[in-house]
């Protein structure tokens, strides 16, 4: 129930002119407040305050708001940095050695270094 500031005010004011207007003749007719021997009066007006809360309160009642939960996100996996794989590579071994003159069946081959690697 949407309550405008135009309701409250009429609520206000037919709430003033009951208790200015129509109570005191009730009461006069009745032999006055001061001559009631019961707390009729006292209860009746508990009774028209409790109401008038309810409905002038209800416009200050804050309205629940509803909204999406929480969008949460599990927490990244944690990075591992690994270093390069090292190849071993073998280092070649060579070596330098001397090769004595010989004969190729037609020539003379004249001596000379050469190398070999393994």
Same mark, same amino acid.
Do not use: D
């Given at each position: ?17 009951? $208790? ?31 109401? $008038? ?47 004595? $003159? ?11 270094? $050469?190398?070999?690697?393994?």
């Amino acid at each position: 129930m949407k309550l405008t500031k135009r309701a409250i005010a009429g609520v206000l004011i037919a709430g003033f002119l009951a $208790t200015f207007l129509a109570l005191p003749p009730a009461a006069e007719a009745g032999g006055g407040w001061h001559g009631h021997s019961g707390a009729g009066p006292f209860w009746g007006g508990v009774a028209f305050g409790a109401i $008038t809360v309810l409905v002038v309160g209800a416009a200050f009642v804050p309205r629940p708001v509803y909204v999406a939960p929480p969008v949460v996100y599990p927490p990244p996996p944690p990075v591992v940095y690994q270093p390069a794989p090292v190849v071993y590579q073998p280092v070649p071994v060579c070596s330098s050695y001397w090769v004595n $003159t010989y004969w190729n069946g037609y020539q003379w081959v004249p001596g000379y270094w $050469t190398q070999a690697c393994r």
